[in-house]
C-alpha cells in the first residue's frame, strides 16, 4: 500500500481520519491523557491568581509526567497558575490538576489571593492618598 503524500505544514490524519501530528507543533497530546482522564484537580481548587512556588529540596517521586515535571521547573520562582497555563501551552484545566498532583506530593506551595474582607477598608486607602499628597 503507497504513503498518502503529505502536505507540508499540514497535519498528518491516521486511517480512521483522525488528526494524530502536526509538521510544525510536533505530536498532538490530548489534554486527558496528561491528567489521566480526570478534569479536577485532588484537594481545594486553584485559583487562577493563586501564587505557586515548588518547595526548596523537594523531590518528585516516581510516576509524574514530563508535563508535572515542566510545570515543577516553571514553580522555582513563585509564579501564578493563569502563568504556568499561558508558559507551559497546557490548558489552565490540566495545569490545575497537575499542580493538585504535585500538591499532593508536597512539592509546591500554594498561596491564595486575598479575599475581599482582607483588603484594607476604603478609609485606610484615603487615609494612605492624604499621607501621600502631603509628601
Do not use: K
Not at 507540508?8 to 494524530?20: L, T, Y
Not at 489534554?31 to 481545594?44: F, L, Q
Not at 484615603?126 to 501621600?132: A, D, K, N, S, W
Amino acid at each position: 500500500m503507497a504513503a498518502r503524500p503529505r502536505r507540508r505544514g499540514g497535519p498528518d490524519v491516521n486511517d480512521g481520519g483522525e488528526r494524530w501530528l502536526d509538521q510544525d507543533a510536533g505530536p498532538i497530546i490530548r489534554p486527558y491523557t496528561v491528567t489521566r482522564g480526570r478534569t479536577r484537580p485532588t484537594g481545594p481548587a486553584f485559583d487562577m491568581v493563586a501564587i505557586v512556588r515548588a518547595v526548596p529540596g523537594g523531590r518528585p517521586q516516581p510516576g509524574l509526567g514530563p508535563e508535572h515535571l515542566r510545570v515543577l521547573r516553571m514553580c522555582a520562582a513563585p509564579t501564578s497558575v493563569v502563568d504556568l497555563a499561558s508558559e507551559s501551552g497546557l490548558s489552565l484545566g490540566v495545569v490545575r490538576v497537575l499542580l493538585g498532583d504535585l500538591r499532593d506530593q508536597q512539592l509546591v506551595t500554594v498561596r491564595a489571593p486575598a479575599s475581599v474582607s482582607q483588603l484594607p477598608g476604603e478609609h485606610i486607602l484615603r487615609e494612605v492618598i492624604q499621607g501621600l499628597q502631603a509628601l
